[in-house]
C-alpha cells in the first residue's frame, strides 16, 4: 500500500461520514491477498470495524463466537433484513434452527416481545409446521412469545411481513418462503430492509430450496446442517448419541465481511453460540471432571481413594486406620440416623 | 294437473322445477334488504316478512310514507308486495293477506277482522274446516261464539290467536338476526360506487359511533357493516377486534382491509344508496393514562391492531398462537389458536409451566422444532434389530442414510380419547435419527413386530435444528 498512515485515516474518516449519510456499511478495504488474516497486518479492517462500532455500538447483534463475529465486523446487523438460505427443503430445520438462535439471542435483550413468524402456506406444508414445545425445550422461546401467520398466498405474506416489518412492539420478524417467487425482487426486499431499518428490529427472511439473488438485505447466510457431536457425559462423550444442534454458515453476501464457513453449535442450556472445537480441544480445555463423583455410586471411581487423606489402598493398614469404619460400615451407620 | 294435461291445454307453457330452497334464500335476500327499515325483521313462513316498524316510522316521515317507499322499492324491485301494517302481527298478518296495503289503527282490529274469513285467523285448515261445519264461517262468527265451548271444542290455539290478533294477548315476533345494540346509518341522496368513499363513510359513521360507545363507557369488539345496493342487494361486512376499540380512525383502518380483501366479492352495481354501521357485540373500555408528551406506549395494543388488520384482510385464522395442552401424544400436545390478547399480566408467574419443569424427569424428552401436519410415511427397508432404528429409509423419493439414532421413547395413543383403536398397532416409538448430512430427523415406528396381521410402519414426523 502506497499510502501513508495519514492519508488513510483521512479516506476512513471520509467513508465513516458517508456511511452515517447513507446509513449503510462502509466497505471494507480489500487486503493484501498475500497478508493472512492477521491482528497486525490488518490495521485497516480494525480501524474499519471500530468506525462502525463507535457510531453505531448498538446496531449488531454479537454472535458470541469470535471469529465469526469479527468475520461480520460486530455481528449480525439489528436493524435489517437478513437472509438466510437453505439450499433444499429438507433443510429446513437447519435454516429455522439457525433463525430461532438468532431470535433467541435478540429476546435476551429485548425479554417479552413476541415473535412473529410469517410462512406460506406451501412451506408449512412442505416443510413442517414450527412446534412450540420444541421451540420452547431447544430456544427458549416461550409458546406466548408465539405468533404465526399462514398465508396462503405469498402476496399476502408479504403484506403481513411489510406491516409487521414496521412495528417495534415485536422482538423479531420470520419470514420464510420457498423458492424463488418472482416477486420477491429488489424491491420488495428493499421495502422489508427499509422499513426494518426505521424500525430497529430485524426480520430474518428464511428461504428454502432458493437459488441466491440479487435483494437488498445487507448479508446472506447460506445455513446447512453439521453433523452433531455426541452427548457430553461424566465418562467422556457417549458413543451414538445426538447432542446439541450444529450448524454450517456460509457467509453468502455481506459488504464488510470475507467470505468464509463456520460451524457453529447451539447451547440450548445456555442460549448461546459456541464454536465448534476440535476433539483434542475440547479435552484439552477441561481437563478435570466439572461434577465430582458420587461417593455412594454402585462404582465409585479407582481415583477417588488416592486423593483421600487415608493410607493407599495397597499400604499395609495402621492401627489407627482399624478403626475407621469401613465404607458399607459407615454408610449402615449413617443410615438410621438419617431416618430419625 | 300433470305436466302433460297443462302441456296440452297451453303448448307454450313454460315449466320451472319448484325450488323450495331458492325461494328461502330469496325471501332472505328480501328480509336482509328490509334491515333498511328496522332491525327487528323475522321471516313468516315462506312467503311473508314481519317487520316490527315499532318507534321506526316517523323516519321515514309517518306511517303511509313507509308504508308506500316499501311498496314502491319492491315494485322497482320486480315483487308484486302487499302490505298491510297494524298494532298487532295478527291484525298485520291479515290486512296484508285480505284487505291490501291497508293501515289498521290501534283498536280498529275487531272491526278490520270481523268480515275477514277464517283463514285471516292464521289457524289450522282442519280447524277451519271444522268450525265451518258448524256453521262458523267468518272471523266475526268465531268472535261472537262463545268462548269456553270454542276453547273445549276446537281446542286453545284457535282462542290464542284470535287474543293475539286483537291485541288482548302480546305476541312476540322473533328477530331473525340479534340487534345490534349500537347502530348509526346515513341515507346518500346519490348512490356510492367507490370503494374509497365507503372508507370515508365507515370513518363518518365511526365517528359518530364514538360518542355513544363513549357515553356508555364501552369499545367495540364485533363491528358490521352493512351496504344495501340500489337494487335490494346487501352486504355485509363484519370484522372483530382483539380488544375493544372506539377510534374512528382504527375501525376505518380494519374496514380498509377488509375492502381490499373482498374488493372482488363486493359488487357496486349501481351504487349503495344505505350504509349502516352496527356494534354486534361491545365491551368495556379501559381507558389509559397518556403520558406528558401525549403518548400512550401500549406494546399490546399494538399486537392486537396490527393482528385484527391481518385477521380483517386474511381471515379469522390468520394469526395464530400456540398454547400448551396436556397431552403426551406430540400432535395434541400445542393446539394453535387465533390470536386472542391474552390477559394482562400484573403479578409475576408464581409457579413455573409445566412446559419449562416436566414432573417426572430431570431432562425433558427431545422434541422437534417443526413438525409435519400428518406424519409423511416413509419406507424403510431393513432395520439391524426388529425394535430398533431404521438402517436407512426412503422419504419424499430421496434415500436417506442412518448414521446415529437415539431412542426408542415410546408413546401410546391415548386410550381414553379412542375407545376403537388397537393399543399394539397404534403405539408409536419415536426415534431421533441423523443422516448421513447432518440433518436430524424424527421417525417412529407405528405398531410392534410379531404381531403377524399389520404390519408395522414407519412415518416421519418432525425436523430438529
Redesign the interface.
Known amino acids: 500500500m502506497a499510502m501513508t498512515a495519514v492519508a488513510r485515516e483521512t479516506v476512513f474518516a471520509l467513508r465513516r461520514q458517508i456511511a452515517k449519510i447513507e446509513g449503510t456499511l462502509p466497505e471494507r478495504l480489500a487486503a493484501p491477498a498475500a497478508a493472512p488474516l492477521d491482528a497486525d497486518v490488518n490495521t485497516d479492517l480494525t480501524i474499519v470495524r471500530r468506525g462502525i462500532a463507535a457510531a453505531l455500538p448498538d446496531a449488531f447483534l454479537p454472535i458470541g463466537v469470535q471469529r465469526f463475529d469479527a468475520a461480520l465486523s460486530g455481528g449480525l446487523p439489528k436493524a435489517a433484513l437478513s437472509e438466510i438460505h437453505g439450499l433444499e427443503t429438507r433443510d429446513a430445520g437447519a435454516v429455522a434452527g439457525f433463525a430461532l438462535s438468532l431470535t433467541s439471542l435478540i429476546l435476551k435483550q429485548t425479554p417479552g416481545l413476541p415473535v412473529l413468524w410469517i410462512g406460506t402456506s406451501e412451506i408449512f406444508r412442505e416443510a413442517g409446521f414450527p412446534y412450540a414445545r420444541g421451540l420452547h425445550a431447544s430456544f427458549g422461546i416461550g409458546p406466548e412469545q408465539l405468533l404465526f401467520t399462514e398465508a396462503p398466498k405469498l402476496v399476502d405474506a408479504l403484506w403481513v411481513a411489510e406491516e409487521a416489518a414496521r412495528m417495534t412492539a415485536l422482538a423479531a420478524v420470520i419470514l420464510e418462503i420457498r423458492g424463488n417467487p418472482q416477486r420477491l425482487d429488489l424491491t420488495a426486499t428493499r421495502r422489508l430492509h427499509a422499513r426494518a431499518q426505521a424500525a430497529g428490529r430485524p426480520v430474518f427472511l428464511l428461504r428454502q430450496a432458493a437459488e441466491p439473488e440479487p435483494t437488498a438485505a445487507p448479508v446472506r447466510l447460506i445455513v446447512a446442517s453439521a453433523p452433531a457431536t455426541p452427548r457430553d457425559t461424566i465418562a467422556g462423550p457417549l458413543a451414538g448419541s445426538i447432542g446439541r444442534p450444529a450448524f454450517t454458515l456460509t457467509i453468502g453476501k455481506s459488504r464488510t465481511a470475507l467470505p468464509g464457513q463456520f460451524t457453529l453449535e447451539w447451547n440450548p442450556d445456555e442460549r448461546a453460540f459456541d464454536e465448534r472445537w476440535s476433539e483434542g480441544r475440547d479435552r484439552a480445555k477441561n481437563p478435570v471432571p466439572v461434577v465430582s463423583l458420587s461417593g455412594g455410586g454402585k462404582d465409585p471411581a479407582p481415583a477417588s481413594g488416592a486423593v483421600l487423606a487415608f493410607p493407599a489402598l495397597g499400604s499395609p493398614i495402621s492401627p489407627a486406620a482399624r478403626n475407621q469404619p469401613s465404607r458399607p460400615q459407615r454408610a449402615a451407620h449413617l443410615g438410621p440416623r438419617r431416618a430419625g | 294437473m300433470g305436466i302433460a294435461d297443462a302441456r296440452a291445454m297451453h303448448p307454450s307453457i313454460e315449466i320451472v322445477e319448484a325450488d323450495p330452497e331458492a325461494d328461502r334464500r330469496l325471501l332472505e335476500g328480501l328480509a336482509d334488504w328490509c334491515d333498511r327499515y328496522t332491525p327487528l325483521v323475522a321471516l313468516d313462513g315462506a312467503d311473508g316478512l314481519f317487520l316490527d316498524v315499532t318507534g321506526c316510522t316517523h323516519l321515514f316521515g309517518g306511517e303511509r310514507a313507509m308504508l308506500d317507499d316499501i311498496l314502491s322499492r319492491f315494485f322497482h324491485q320486480g315483487f308484486d308486495v302487499r302490505a298491510g301494517l297494524a298494532a298487532t302481527p295478527g291484525a298485520a298478518w291479515a290486512a296484508a293477506r285480505f284487505c291490501g296495503d291497508r293501515i289498521v289503527v290501534s283498536g280498529e282490529e275487531e272491526a278490520l277482522l270481523a268480515p275477514l274469513p277464517l283463514a285471516a285467523l292464521r289457524i289450522e285448515p282442519s280447524t277451519r274446516t271444522s268450525l265451518e261445519s258448524v256453521g262458523l264461517r267468518t272471523a266475526g262468527a268465531v268472535m261472537a261464539a262463545p268462548r269456553a265451548p270454542l276453547a273445549r271444542r276446537f281446542g286453545a290455539l284457535l282462542l290464542l290467536r284470535l287474543d293475539q290478533a286483537l291485541g288482548r294477548l302480546d305476541e312476540a315476533v322473533s328477530p331473525r338476526l340479534p340487534v345490534a345494540p349500537l347502530s348509526v346509518e346515513r341515507h346518500l341522496a346519490e348512490p356510492v360506487t367507490l370503494t374509497e368513499d365507503i372508507e370515508r363513510l365507515v370513518g363518518m359513521l365511526a365517528a359518530t359511533l364514538k360518542t355513544d360507545l363513549e357515553r356508555r363507557g364501552e369499545g367495540a369488539r364485533t363491528l358490521a357493516l352493512l351496504l344495501f345496493r340500489v337494487d335490494g342487494a346487501v352486504s355485509r361486512i363484519a370484522i372483530g377486534t382483539s380488544r375493544p376499540m372506539r377510534e374512528p380512525m382504527l375501525i376505518q383502518k380494519l374496514f380498509h382491509e377488509r375492502l381490499a380483501a373482498i374488493e372482488q366479492d363486493i359488487d357496486a352495481g349501481y351504487g349503495f344508496d344505505l350504509v349502516r354501521l352496527s356494534v354486534l357485540a361491545a365491551a368495556t373500555f379501559d381507558m389509559q393514562q397518556a403520558d406528558l408528551a401525549g403518548e400512550v406506549t401500549d406494546?399490546?395494543a399494538?399486537?392486537a391492531l396490527?393482528?385484527d388488520?391481518?385477521r380483517a384482510?386474511?381471515g379469522e385464522?390468520?394469526?395464530?398462537?400456540?398454547?400448551?395442552v396436556e397431552s403426551h401424544l406430540?400432535e395434541r400436545?400445542?393446539a394453535?389458536i387465533p390470536?386472542t390478547e391474552?390477559p394482562r399480566r400484573t403479578t409475576p408467574p408464581k409457579k413455573p409451566?409445566r412446559?419449562?419443569a416436566p414432573p417426572q424427569t430431570i431432562f425433558?424428552p427431545?422434541?422437534?422444532?417443526?413438525?409435519?401436519?400428518s406424519p409423511e410415511p416413509i419406507d424403510v427397508p431393513a432395520t439391524e434389530m426388529p425394535e430398533g432404528p431404521p438402517l436407512n429409509f426412503r422419504w419424499r423419493r430421496?434415500l436417506y442414510r442412518v448414521?446415529?439414532?437415539?431412542g426408542p421413547e415410546r408413546i401410546a395413543a391415548e386410550w381414553w380419547r379412542e375407545a376403537a383403536s388397537d393399543p399394539i398397532t397404534s403405539t408409536r416409538d419415536y426415534f431421533?435419527?441423523?443422516d448421513a448430512?447432518?440433518?436430524?430427523?424424527w421417525l417412529y415406528r407405528q405398531g410392534l413386530y410379531g404381531n403377524t396381521q399389520v404390519p408395522p410402519r414407519w412415518f416421519m414426523h418432525?425436523?430438529?435444528?
Open positions: 406494546d399490546g399494538d399486537i396490527f393482528a388488520r391481518v384482510r386474511l385464522g390468520a394469526v395464530l398462537r400456540p398454547v400448551a406430540p400436545a400445542v394453535t390470536f391474552a409451566d412446559l419449562q425433558p427431545e422434541r422437534p422444532i417443526r413438525l409435519f401436519r430421496a448414521t446415529r439414532a437415539e431421533r435419527i441423523e448430512d447432518g440433518r436430524r430427523y418432525g425436523v430438529f435444528a
